[in-house]
């Protein structure tokens, strides 16, 4: 088993800030103990999906059109990334042409 940071970024989906519906993206570090890289991507989307559902169901953000594009994957040696999990880095999808 190995550590693996898996970099997702996540678009087109909405968030929901002071009653103004946001079009944007999002890019996320899911850090997975996991045997194989593939494993790990697998392992990765699970987690982010239910990250993201646990939001949607609060009504903070729409995400069910966005797509999980991979943007990379690398073994980590930092240990204590998986008790203490980065949140979303969000961006603004009308400032990207």
Not at 19 to 35: E, K, M, Q
Not at 50 to 75: H, Q
């Amino acid at each position: 088993m190995s550590l693996f940071k898996v970099c997702f970024d996540v678009s087109p989906l909405y968030i929901h800030l002071d009653g103004v519906r946001t079009r944007c993206g999002f890019l996320s570090n899911v850090y997975i103990l996991a045997p194989s890289k593939s494993e790990a991507v697998s392992a990765a989307r699970v987690r982010l999906n239910k990250a993201l559902g646990e939001r949607a169901e609060k009504g903070e953000i729409e995400y069910s059109n966005a797509e999980f594009t991979v943007d990379s994957v690398e073994r980590s040696v930092q240990l204590w990334k998986l008790v203490r999990p980065e949140g979303f880095v969000f961006y603004s999808k009308d400032d990207v042409s």
